[in-house]
């Protein structure tokens, strides 16, 4: 199980690897759309607060989500 999650994550951040190149593009995609929607707004004071927020809940979510697709599939029939 650990095997398996290391070689995930060997793909996924690894310099010759396609993936990383994948998913250090969604990252960058997702804290891009984030960024632009909360500085979306004519008040400067409450823009940056709504950033502060969304980064934090975006960050919330990240982290939950791997959480939850980790419990969901890393586990293996014994």
Known sequence: ???LLQEILQKAFA???IWSVVTRG???LGIALVVIV???KPDPEK???DL???LGFFFF???LTGGLIYLLF???AA
Do not use: A, C, H, R
Request: glycine share 4%; charged share 20%; net charge negative.
């Open 61 to 63: 979510f990240t982290v």
């Open 1 to 3: 199980m650990m095997e």
């Open 52 to 54: 502060k927020s969304n």
């Open 47 to 49: 823009s940056l607060k």
């Open 38 to 40: 909360s500085m979306d």
């Open 74 to 76: 890393g586990f293996t």
């Open 15 to 17: 310099v010759d690897s």
């Open 26 to 28: 969604l990252i960058w």
